[in-house]
């Protein structure tokens, strides 16, 4: 069925360096992405979101790529504080509801 | 402000027994969601809603059932507990953008 996944379940960066996470989604229809950090004990906390008639769209720190053609989200944190440490989830939207189809998660740990 | 707010933070069930998770919120948002989440593993919508009155449900519905008859709040209910059902429940709602707010969340442990 439709699904959404994650390379890489844990990343470990230096503080300061540029972290990347990815995420390949398999509905071509899908037309709506949401990057969530989730830390230990919390809910879910959005970062950042992206439509399919775009391709990148910035946040504070945050950048989030969009490659339609091989189905690829990824989700670029600039200079890593020890605060980025998390779990984070790339998201999906199957309807119009906006009913998201979650991936397992990549952790982020940072090295000090 | 105070957000999706979600009660209680903590239960332990008995198999077989019932319960009911509450989930407000007070950003006005017609769109509420309600997710679970299992150990090392991503969110998997339950039920959701689109409006006062209207329900749908999600991904894993079994085992569970939820009302909405206002706009802020919408409970999720077990009816008969099964270790099956222990995890942690999220609570969600959107504005018109799709963007998700979380509650912080519920942990059942059904023994």
Request: hydrophobic share 30%; net charge neutral.
């Amino acid at each position: 069925g439709e699904s959404v996944g994650l390379h890489l379940p844990t990343l470990s960066v230096q503080e300061g360096d540029n972290s990347i996470i990815n995420c390949a989604y398999s509905n071509s229809a899908s037309d709506y992405f949401i990057w969530y950090k989730q830390e230990s004990g919390k809910g879910p906390q959005f970062i950042i979101d992206i439509r399919s008639n775009m391709d990148k769209r910035q946040g504070q720190r945050v950048t989030v790529l969009l490659n339609k053609t091989v189905k690829h989200l990824s989700l670029q944190i600039a200079a890593t504080q020890p605060g980025d440490s998390a779990v984070y989830f790339c998201a999906e939207n199957m309807d119009s509801s906006y009913k998201l189809i979650f991936g397992s998660g990549t952790r982020l740990l940072v090295r000090p | 402000n105070a957000g999706v707010t979600q009660t209680p933070k903590f239960r332990i069930l008995k198999i077989g027994q019932s319960m009911t998770l509450q989930c407000t919120q007070d950003m006005n948002h017609n769109y509420m969601y309600w997710y679970r989440q299992d150990p090392g593993m991503g969110l998997k919508l339950i039920y959701y809603s689109v409006g006062a009155g209207i329900t749908d449900k999600g991904e894993v519905p079994n085992g569970y059932n939820v009302s909405r008859s206002t706009t802020e709040d919408f409970p999720l209910r077990l009816e008969l507990a099964a270790p099956s059902q222990t995890s942690v429940y999220f609570c969600a709602s959107s504005t018109p953008a799709g963007e998700q707010y979380f509650g912080p969340g519920t942990r059942l442990t059904v023994t």
